[in-house]
């Protein structure tokens, strides 16, 4: 069955709309006051259509952005595609006047909310951030303390490189926390890399610009780019 147009669908409400006034005693118009109203509801009616067709559309656009872009986006890379590799780690020692220096440094330099934590052997023991820190007007009287005075002592929730994206940022979200140290599975003690929301992001960015190009290409295109 033909889906009616959008005109047609106006002109049958504006029948409706008539045959209404009708039953009222306004077809001829009563009065300013009933002319008045006559219209306004006609302009409501018309304007009414026109939203429902929008509100259609942007409906449909959002559910298949949100469930092809999103989810499907991130669970066809894995980790070790998006994470930041040779992530940057900070030792127990590391005095709190330094671990300032790296979250209030210098603004040309590369600055994280967190880094992973490693004792003298290098493996990873927690994370610390930027919240674990005490009040900047205190960095000089409590300058002696070290990261592992500061840090979190809850066992660090980490990422595995062949794991989905989607799968480590679900973890990210259910935790509350912005990034992940990335290990080995065969070895979890070992930081191989860090994913950060930004990562997460960015990988959304890619597959939905990569998503466009391939719709904007014409047939003959996509033939040779599936070939």
């Known amino acids: 069955m033909k889906k009616p147009t959008l005109?047609?669908?106006?002109?049958?409400?504006?029948?409706?709309?008539h045959r209404l006034l009708e039953r009222c005693g306004l077809?001829?118009?009563?009065?300013?006051?009933?002319?008045?109203?006559?219209?306004?509801?006609?302009?409501?009616?018309?304007?009414?259509?026109?939203?429902l067709a929008i509100?259609?559309?942007?409906?449909?656009?959002?559910?298949r952005i949100g469930r092809k872009y999103q989810l499907d986006a991130l669970a066809q890379c894995t980790v070790s595609q998006v994470m930041t590799a040779r992530a940057e780690t900070?030792?127990?020692s590391?005095?709190?006047?330094?671990?300032?220096?790296?979250?209030?440094?210098?603004?040309?330099?590369a600055k994280h909310q967190g880094y992973p934590v490693v004792d003298e052997a290098g493996q990873l023991v927690g994370m610390v951030t930027r919240s674990?820190?005490?009040?900047?007007?205190?960095?000089?009287?409590?300058?002696?303390?070290?990261?592992?005075?500061?840090?979190?002592?809850?066992?660090?929730?980490?990422?595995?490189?062949?794991?989905?994206?989607r799968d480590a940022?679900?973890?990210m979200v259910l935790a509350g926390i912005g990034r992940l140290p990335v290990v080995l599975p065969e070895s979890p003690d070992r930081v191989v890399g860090i994913l950060s929301r930004s990562?997460?992001?960015?990988?959304?960015?890619?597959?939905?610009?990569?998503?466009?190009?391939?719709?904007?290409?014409?047939?003959?295109?996509?033939?040779?780019?599936?070939?």
Do not use: C
């Open 132 to 165: 674990d820190l005490p009040e900047f007007s205190l960095r000089i009287d409590l300058g002696w303390l070290v990261v592992a005075d500061v840090m979190s002592t809850r066992t660090p929730i980490v990422a595995f490189p062949d794991e989905p994206v």
């Open 94 to 109: 590391l005095p709190l006047k330094h671990l300032f220096g790296l979250f209030y440094g210098h603004p040309a330099k």
């Open 199 to 227: 990562d997460v992001l960015r990988a959304l960015a890619h597959r939905a610009e990569e998503e466009h190009r391939r719709q904007r290409l014409p047939d003959s295109g996509r033939r040779r780019e599936a070939a």
């Open 7 to 17: 005109s047609a669908e106006k002109n049958r409400r504006r029948k409706e709309f």
């Open 169 to 171: 940022a679900k973890r």
């Open 27 to 51: 077809a001829n118009g009563a009065g300013l006051v009933g002319t008045w109203a006559a219209h306004v509801i006609q302009a409501a009616i018309a304007l009414a259509t026109d939203l």
């Open 90 to 92: 900070v030792p127990l």
């Open 55 to 63: 509100i259609e559309k942007i409906a449909q656009h959002v559910v």
